[in-house]
Structure formats: C-alpha cells, structure tokens
C-alpha cells in the first residue's frame, strides 16, 4: 500500500495534478518548506500552495518566476520515512530542488516537509542532475 501511495504520489506531482494529490492527503495535512517561514494546512490551503504556487510558476533558487514547471521524484528515505527528491527542470537536465518528507497516517498523507536545500542532495548518495 506505501508503494502504491508513493508512486500515485509522484506521478501525480510530476504532472502537476492537485486533485490527486490533495485526493492523497488527511484532512488536517501541513505542508510546510523549511528554511522558509511559511506553511500551508489542511487539504484546502494545500489546494491553494500547489495551484498557486508550486504548480503555476517555478522557482528559480530564489524566488517563484513564470515559465515551464517541470520536476522528477525519485525516492528515498529519510529517517525511516517516505521522501522524495525533487529535482526541477533548468535547461537541459533536472537539478536539485527539495527533499519531500512525507508522514503518513494510515492510507493518508498526514503531513509534508520539504527541505528547499538542495546541498542536502549529497548526503542521500544522489546526483547533482538527472538527464
């Protein structure tokens, strides 16, 4: 069942699909993106991070800009959890963009953390670009 979520939950993250990942998520979930003070909970204000946010623009290291989002996960674990790296398209390959820390509840995501470091790629043994 993990391995079912966490492949529904990527392939839906790289399409860009909210439904079916705000479908995924307990009705209380947090997202939030340590080093930035900022957070999102509940399925409806998570709604709003992805549509608004994550999924409409991309970010460029430093700030959200307009242009083609285009990112691949590739799992891992973090501390004995479901996490994701995720890599963000930059004009010819996937560079490092955020370790997604999932906590789970049941069937359900009950909570996200993604670390907006990605020097932090190194330490899980992952590239600096995927192809």
């Known amino acids: 069942e ?3 979520l966490a492949e529904r939950y990527a392939d839906a993250w ?3 699909d909210v439904d079916d990942i705000v479908s995924m998520l307990a ?3 947090v997202i939030a993106m340590p080093p930035m003070a900022t957070w999102f909970a509940g399925r409806d204000g998570v709604a ?3 549509s608004d946010f994550a999924f409409a623009q991309r970010w460029s ?4 800009e307009a242009g083609e989002r285009r990112v691949r996960l590739v799992p891992v674990r973090a501390s004995g959890q479901l996490a994701f790296a995720t890599y963000r398209w930059d004009g010819g390959a996937f560079r490092p963009q955020a370790i997604q820390v999932l906590t789970l ?3 359900e995501v009950a ?3 993604g670390f907006v470091e990605p020097g932090a790629f190194a330490a899980f043994g992952l590239p600096d670009e995927l192809a």
């Open 14 to 16: 790289e399409r860009g």
């Open 105 to 107: 509840r049941g069937r």
């Open 2 to 4: 993990v391995r079912e």
């Open 48 to 50: 709003t991070f992805l």
């Open 27 to 29: 009705e209380d979930v």
């Open 111 to 113: 909570d996200i953390t």
């Open 61 to 64: 290291g430093e700030r959200f």
